[in-house]
């Protein structure tokens, strides 16, 4: 008998630093906050992984915000809540390099936050969100 197969999505973020504080949004439909980037579309499964995240950068946070991405990366799962597709998760570390966030319809906020301000917020449901920054602070 076949063995079923799994179906989820691939998506990666960008832990973006500057001035040693990380920059979450936060997101118009949730209102959870979160990493910028997203999903990994159908032809780029070859492409460099920077590639993919400068062009999800240009789209969440304007195509003049620029982001240099480290090799350090961290990931988890997180289960959407609107259809329970399954998320697998993984953020790059990243240099901010220059330019201002425009956020697109996709996000409500920004906020820069540091390791004591970042645990107030609240962040996607059936997601593994708050151990990743953790990690990624660790990281950092």
């Known amino acids: 008998m076949p063995r079923a197969l799994q179906t ?3 998506s990666l973020k960008a832990a973006i630093f500057h001035e040693q504080r990380l920059l979450l949004v936060r997101e118009a439909d949730t209102g959870s906050w979160e990493l910028p ?7 780029e499964e070859r492409v460099p992984h ?6 999800e950068i240009a789209e969440e946070l304007g195509p003049h915000f620029h982001i240099a991405t480290r090799d350090e990366a961290v990931s988890w799962v997180r289960q959407r809540p609107t259809d329970g597709v399954y998320q697998f998760v993984v953020a790059r570390l990243a240099d901010f390099l220059s330019g201002t966030p425009v956020l697109s319809a996709e996000h409500q906020a920004l906020r820069w936050t540091t390791p ?3 645990t107030d917020l609240e962040f996607p449901a059936l997601s593994d969100y708050g151990a990743a920054l953790q990690r990624i602070w660790a990281l950092r």
């Open 8 to 10: 989820f999505e691939v």
């Open 37 to 43: 980037g997203g999903r990994i579309d159908v032809g």
């Open 50 to 55: 920077s590639d993919i995240l400068a062009r």
């Open 116 to 118: 004591a301000d970042w």
